[in-house]
Each structure stands twice: as C-alpha cells, then as structure tokens.
DNA sequence: TTGAAAGCGCTACCAC
DNA sequence: GTGGTAGCGCTTTCAA
C-alpha cells in the first residue's frame, strides 16, 4: 500500500491539531474559512485519503452492507448461480446509487449465531440474507435480537423477521391458469424438492388447476438445481414417459431453460408440442431461444425494497415486510 | 447491534489483561495451558466475537479484496450484466474459498487517482480491476505504485501492470476457422465496437481469413453492448441485409445470443441457414437452445489465476501477467 | 508466563 | 474558532 499521509501529519503542516482538520475536511463543526481552505488546499495537494477503516471505528458506520448466503450442507449452490448473481448484481446497483458497498459472504452456518457472529464483526451496518437455505429458525430467531436484517423470502403469520419476496403461491396460480388458458391440460411442475420457494409455487399450481377442474393434478418431477445436472434430470425425466406433458411449468427460471433445452433434444417443439413457462424473471430469459415465458418477481424491484427497507431499519425505524406481485410476462416459450 | 462483550470486558472478567486475552485466542505468543482453556471456555461462553474492524487496524490487514469496476460514461455495464456477473461470482467462490471477502465497488473515474483512493481507504488488502473502460493508462500509473492489483485484460509489450486475460487475437482466429470449416464463407463480426477486447477478437478473425484465402474479409456490424439494445441493433441490420451472412462471430456471448434470437424472428434456422458462434463460454451459452458454439475464455480459471496472483502480489511476491489460452467449444448454434 | 502501555487513524467532547 | 485529550477494540512490543 502507498503511505499517503494521515489526518495528524497533515495537522501538524498545516500548524493546527488533527481535530481541526476534521472538522475542516467534514464540513461539521466551525471553522474559520481561513482555515478550512487553507487545509483542504493542503490536504489535495498532498493527496490526503482519509482512512476509512479508522473513522468507521469512531463513528460505528461501515456504509457497507453486508449480503450472507448461508450454504446447507446440501444445497450446491454458488455464488455464480444464476439467480443469486442477478440478485447480487441490482443489490450492489442499489446499493452503489446510495453510497453503499456491498460485502458478499457465503458463509457456512455452524451455530445459530452465524448472523450475528457476521454482523457484530463490525464489517458491515446491516444484513440482506439471501436464500434461507434450512436456517429459517436461526433467521427467525436473530430478528429477536437484532434488527438491521431484511431477507428474500416470503411470509408466514406470526412471522417476526422482515422479509420481501413475491407471493410465491400466487404465482404458482398464475403460471397454472396461464398454461390453462393456452390449452394445456397434461401439465407437469418440475424443479428441486428443497428449492427455497418450491413448495409454495406447487401449492398454487395444484390450486389453480383444482379450481379450472382439471382432475389430473400436475405431475411433479424433481430434478438438481445446478442447470447442468438440471438438464440431465430433466432429459432423463421427460425421455422416459409414456405421454409427454403438455404444459410444463419449471420451479424457477433456471430449470425451465434446462427443460427447454431437454425438449429440444427429445425431439420436441417449443410451444408447439410443449408449452414450458418458467419462474423468477432472470433477464436470461430473455436472451434464449424462444425466449422463455415467465412468472416475474421483479427483481430489481425486489433489490431495491430490500435495500430501501434495509436501510430505513439501520436508521431505526420499524419496517413492515413486503410481498411483491408477481407478473406474467409472455414470451415466446408458450 | 447487539454489543457482545469485547475483549477488555473478557479480560476483566478472567482476571487478566487483554495482551493476555488476546495471545491465548489468536494462539500466538506464549500463554499457560491453564489460563488459555479458562479464557476460551469464557469466551465461548459469553459467545465473544472479536472486532474485526480493530483488528484489522491493528495488523493492517483486511481479509476483504475489492473488485473495482470502472464505468465510463459511455459504458452501460450494470453490475448485474451477464459477463460481469459470471466473473464476480467465480471470484467469490475462489475468494471464499481462501477465507477472503469480496468488496463490490463500482466507481466512476473522476480523476487519475481513483484506484489509489480505493486502496489507500484502508478497507481492502487488494484489488481487481474488471473492465478497463477507457482507464488504461491510469491502471497502467497505478501500477508503478500500488502493487496488490490485478486487471483482467489483455496484455501488451512493455506493460507493467500485471493482467490476467485470454489470447484475443487467437481467440479471433479460431472462431473464424471453426466457421470455414463448417463451410462458412461470407461471415460477419458483430458486436460493440467500443467493447473491450472487439479489436483484437476482430484482427483474429481477418487474418484466419486472409490465411485461409477468403478475400472477402468479415463485414463488421455495430451494435450496442446491452442485451436488449444489442438485438434490436441485430435484428434492424441483418434484417436490412440483401445476402444473409452463412456465419456470424458475436464479439461476446450476449451478442452472440441476440444475434440468435434476431436470427429466429428473421425466420432463419440456426445452424442450418445461419452459423453462429459467441466469445466468452458464459455458463449461459450452455443453456439456450440452440445451445451456443463459443470461444470458451475459461472465466473460471481466468478467476482463480486472478485470486490466485493477486494473494501472491499481496504477500509481496513479484509476479508476471499470464494469458489463457481460449479453446474453442462447440455446440449447437454452428 | 503475564502485565503494562503504546498506538493504529480518526472523531468527539470539553475547555478556552 | 481552536486546542487538548480521550477513546473506538484490538495487537504487540517491552518489562517484570
């Protein structure tokens, strides 16, 4: 590291006491004009960069926030994951447009104070907990105690942590009725069992098709989540039935592309033979071919609720949770 | 925050002074058996968590490399672009990996110093540079002086700054015979003129085709960098098009998936009317259907040869630039 | 083996 | 308006 000067040599140039140049450099404080010139002209002239770390010691604000992705003994999934890449991505543009840094951690939970542990690190000013992963007990119980904390995820009555998600059974309806109403009627929900949000979009599938009288509850496969072990599953899947689904609705986005891309090597025609519709509203789905039809969670709305909420409860404030309205957005894929 | 106990508190309440506290936790310096079991015990008891922040002012050293990705004004590269993404996910991992942090920051260059602001703010031990923009020669300066830091890019002769890329001019090279061997003969580069790497990937391509006899050197189409934009851009200018290219380069894998897409609403068969290959072997590429031939740079490797050199420039060692060799990966769209 | 004390660079408080 | 001074919580000498 190149030794720039500090707060007290530049004090001792300039002939005052470091306290003053403080105040001079942050504006707090009085100061004779004089004097605050004089500093701030010394201070560019000699390129004076203030040492953050030190002055986040005094003041106890990092204006970092740290995002934790707790990683389940089983869940595989990295931080280059589709999903939590996008996400990671419009939380540091939100982020970035307030000031803030954004410190990604993928932390292996070994106790229930995993959260806690991170954030009285002294690293960060609060928390964004992506993907609950199995420690929704230890988030639930953190929020007790600590409160600059929002998560993705949905809500539960009786819930006392803040979370913002989209309303996953709704979608899970909305994707039903969407395949319905384009003629499906043999239609199959694929993705992984212990998804984070996977039981609650089946629930609104298998409510959505129950209400349009369809009998023929949807067919449920469970497949990896990492895409290529999703595709596997899925050729495998699809290749050895009898009758191949009509309509298919994949877990997430991820797995509906894989799904696609099994389609196509079966033989399959997308939309023609199979209608997939996919869930999260990744802008990759925008990108293939035929570009995939989708429940979006709004995303970038989601980063942005998370991030405002975040910072509104590190001021103190009280803050609700937030449930975001999903979206059909119709492309090309059914 | 929740205000755990810290070390002096712990010293008090073992009956010791914190240097004691302190070389029986760190495990350095001499302490009696006894009295180290008696202080961990407490402080596992009273579930202390060392500040890091202190400590890290103490021994001046972070944990935490940031990843600084320059934007110029006219680059519209969000934090949240697919290339982008891939890079910092796979630097994560590989961070985590070697119990290092991933500090995400975006910084507009106001003036010639702002890699040197960043590093000096005390807040990382080292940086990455992603996306040169229009800041090679301030990289270029920075790296006489400040040495932890390591650029994904391309290298040239009498460079200094050490840098971590793959062989764009080869990679060039291999894209267009991989196309002429497919029987290719009127082939086209598309892409963002004002990307990063489009020259040298662009000088490959003429001269696998001056080689290989084609007179007709590729036609070169302009287009955005951003998704969306760019297939708007492929789709006006191909559609615009008397002959139809029977091969198509995409400067990146993003354009190169547009280029598809434009191709598909074109009414045109990828790969039986139309060959296409990307540059890059986004994860992404593997997912779309037809699935992407691409120049694979190896963003995996290219982040663990960063990680890996960046640990090493940290610890003081001199080390060289190193260029990855690109292989080519076919799939579907060629 | 342990204690005492200095100090990392900054801010904040209280005098003057 | 400015100076002096006391820390933030930790590590690391130097003595004892």
Redesign the interface.
């Known amino acids: 590291?190149?030794k720039?000067p500090n707060l007290k040599r530049l004090a001792e140039l300039a002939g005052v006491t470091p306290g003053t140049v403080s105040r001079a450099l942050s504006g707090t404080g009085r100061v004779s004009d004089q004097t605050r010139q004089r500093i701030i002209a010394l201070a560019e002239s000699l390129?004076y960069?203030?040492?953050?770390?030190?002055r986040?010691?005094r003041t106890?604000q990092?204006h970092?926030v740290g995002m934790l992705v707790p990683l389940g003994h089983d869940t595989l999934q990295?931080?280059?994951?589709?999903f939590?890449?996008?996400m990671?991505?419009?939380v540091?543009?939100e982020l970035?447009e307030r000031g803030y840094?954004?410190?990604?951690?993928?932390v292996i939970p070994r106790d229930n104070?995993w959260i806690?542990?991170y954030?009285?690190?002294?690293?960060v000013d609060g928390v964004l907990i992506i993907g609950q992963s199995n420690q929704l007990a230890v988030i639930e119980a953190t929020s007790l105690?600590?409160r600059?904390m929002v998560v993705w995820g949905g809500q539960v009555s009786g819930q006392n942590h803040c979370a913002i998600g989209s309303d996953n059974r709704a979608g899970g309806m909305m994707a039903a009725r969407h395949l319905l109403e384009r003629g499906c009627r043999n239609i199959a929900f694929l993705g992984p069992v212990d998804g984070p949000e996977f039981g609650a979009r089946l629930d609104g599938v298998r409510y959505a098709l129950a209400l349009a009288g369809v009998s023929q509850g949807p067919q449920v496969f469970s497949t990896h989540y990492e895409?290529?072990a999703a595709f596997e599953d899925a050729l495998r899947m699809l290749g050895g039935l009898a009758q191949m689904p009509d309509g298919i609705i994949g877990a997430s986005d991820?797995t509906a592309?894989?799904v696609?891309?099994a389609l196509?090597r079966l033989g399959k025609s997308v939309p023609g033979e199979v209608k997939v519709i996919g869930y999260d509203g990744l802008?990759?789905g925008?990108?293939?071919?035929?570009?995939l039809t989708t429940i979006d969670q709004q995303l970038r709305l989601g980063a942005r609720l998370m991030v405002e909420t975040l910072l509104r409860r590190m001021a103190g404030e009280a803050t609700g949770s937030k449930l975001i309205e999903p979206r059909l957005v119709c492309r090309e894929s059914t």
């Open positions: 590291m190149i720039g390129e960069q203030p040492n953050l770390l030190a986040t010691m106890r990092t970092t990295h931080l280059s994951d589709p939590f890449n996008t990671s991505g419009f540091a543009d970035a840094d954004l410190l990604i951690s993928r104070r806690e542990n954030a009285n690190s002294g690293r105690r600590y600059p895409p290529a991820v592309i894989s696609i891309r196509a802008p990759l925008e990108l293939v071919s035929p570009a």
